[in-house]
């Protein structure tokens, strides 16, 4: 079993910065790969960024490819997802989760999932 709590949502204009973390429980945290998700008002929840249990190997979305960074430190138990050029689309509920199977793309392939943060990017 894994608990996770994301921290670090909030408001704030478009163009700046928010950096999200996800801490994790349980000493297994590094036999998982991690995901990041985002769910807007009437959207599905779709991936965004995931990273390998090592934290060797990175997928980011197209719609957020260079502008945000996944990493993780197993030390920690935490993930984090740096954002930087913030848009107003990218605003919606971000949510952490784990995949005991490596990493993956789609959200069937998660087991344990936080209970998101909200990101409200303003003009």
């Known amino acids: 079993q894994v608990q996770l709590v994301e921290s670090g949502g909030g408001l704030v204009q478009a163009g700046g910065s928010l950096r999200l973390s996800c801490a994790a429980s349980?000493?297994?945290?590094?036999?998982?790969?991690m995901g990041w998700f985002r769910q807007a008002p009437g959207k599905e929840r779709d991936i965004i960024a995931a990273?390998?249990?090592?934290?060797?190997?990175?997928y980011y979305a197209d719609s957020v490819k260079g502008r945000f960074t996944i990493s993780r430190d197993n030390a920690k138990n935490t993930v984090y997802l740096q954002m930087n050029s913030l848009k107003l689309e990218d605003t919606a509920v971000y949510y952490c989760?784990?995949?005991?199977?490596?990493?993956?793309?789609?959200?069937?392939?998660?087991?344990?999932w936080g209970q998101g943060t909200q990101v409200t990017v303003s003009s």
């Open positions: 989760a784990a995949d005991a199977g490596g990493w993956g793309t789609s959200r069937y392939e998660y087991n344990y």
């Open positions: 990273i390998s249990r090592n934290g060797i190997t990175r």
């Open positions: 349980g000493r297994t945290f590094s036999s998982y790969g």
